[in-house]
């Protein structure tokens, strides 16, 4: 029977950087954190598993090689503060600490905040903060006065874009969002070049579960 770090190696060997996932940095901090340790025990099984692990009401973790992508596009550096939208399990908040200065992750599902905070503790994660929040239902927290982050993360996605979100970055901030609906959603990274400038990249296809009060496109009738 093979142990938990040679299944976790082979993740990131066949999974993570079969897609395309080669930063040090980011192979590191998947590596350094435990996936078992934020998958709910009767899921186990597919802990290391390319697939989305099911959580409370209808959530999902996302798949290895996704969360890689994720990290790789937004790099942070040690230096940043990073917030994330949608804590779920807590595993791609861990891999953002073990990689950033700071993180505040925003969860809607109280039940998942608690099974997170939970999570990062029992592995003595520090410097996280987890809020009990709906942000696109908290106005304040898409304010400018909400302050600015260096790198954020949206782990669902926006059927339309939102650009209340980019008005957080710093600048030279970059944020990852996947846009759009199934079955074809568009991974983008999004980098503020200056105070009111922004270039926007497409980073590769892929389906996710929607931001919960998202905005959606409008229905066509005849």
Same mark, same amino acid.
Not at 30 to 46: I, K, L, N
Not at 200 to 219: C, G, K, M, N, Q
């Given at each position: 029977?093979?142990?938990?770090?040679?299944?976790?190696?082979?993740?990131?060997?066949?999974?993570?950087?079969?897609?395309?996932?080669?930063?040090?940095?980011?192979?590191?901090?998947?590596?350094?954190?435990?996936?078992?340790?934020?998958?709910?025990?009767?899921? &186990?099984?597919?802990?290391?598993? !390319?697939?989305?692990?099911?959580?409370?009401?209808?959530?999902?973790?996302?798949?290895? =090689?996704?969360?890689?992508?994720?990290?790789?596009?937004?790099?942070? &550096?040690?230096? !940043?503060?990073? #917030?994330?939208?949608?804590?779920?399990?807590?595993?791609?908040?861990?891999?953002?600490?073990?990689? $950033?200065?700071?993180?505040?992750?925003?969860?809607?599902?109280?039940? #998942? $905040?608690? =099974?997170?905070?939970?999570?990062?503790?029992?592995?003595?994660?520090?410097?996280?903060?987890?809020?009990?929040?709906?942000?696109?239902?908290?106005?304040?927290? #898409?304010?400018?006065? $909400?302050?600015?982050?260096?790198?954020?993360?949206?782990?669902?996605?926006?059927?339309?874009?939102?650009? &209340?979100?980019?008005?957080?970055?710093?600048?030279?901030?970059?944020?990852?969002?996947?846009?759009?609906?199934?079955?074809?959603?568009?991974?983008?990274?999004? &980098?503020?070049?200056?105070?009111?400038?922004?270039?926007?990249?497409?980073?590769?296809?892929?389906?996710? !579960?929607?931001?919960?009060?998202?905005?959606?496109?409008?229905?066509?009738?005849?």
């Amino acid at each position: 029977m093979m142990s938990t770090a040679s299944v976790r190696e082979q993740m990131l060997e066949q999974q993570v950087r079969a897609w395309d996932v080669l930063d040090l940095r980011v192979l590191e901090a998947m590596r350094g954190v435990p996936r078992e340790s934020f998958v709910p025990q009767p899921q &186990r099984f597919r802990a290391y598993a !390319d697939a989305e692990v099911p959580l409370a009401h209808g959530q999902h973790m996302l798949r290895p =090689s996704v969360a890689g992508r994720i990290l790789q596009a937004l790099l942070p &550096r040690p230096q !940043d503060s990073v #917030l994330e939208i949608g804590t779920g399990s807590g595993f791609l908040t861990a891999c953002l600490r073990a990689m $950033a200065a700071r993180v505040r992750s925003l969860e809607i599902f109280p039940e #998942l $905040a608690a =099974s997170a905070r939970s999570n990062l503790a029992a592995l003595g994660v520090d410097n996280v903060e987890i809020r009990d929040a709906d942000a696109l239902q908290t106005p304040q927290l #898409l304010a400018a006065t $909400a302050g600015r982050y260096d790198r954020i993360a949206l782990t669902a996605s926006l059927p339309l874009y939102d650009e &209340r979100f980019e008005q957080l970055l710093t600048v030279g901030g970059r944020l990852v969002a996947v846009v759009g609906e199934a079955p074809v959603m568009e991974a983008r990274l999004v &980098r503020r070049i200056t105070e009111d400038q922004f270039i926007s990249e497409s980073l590769f296809e892929t389906v996710i !579960d929607p931001l919960i009060h998202a905005a959606r496109p409008a229905e066509f009738t005849f």
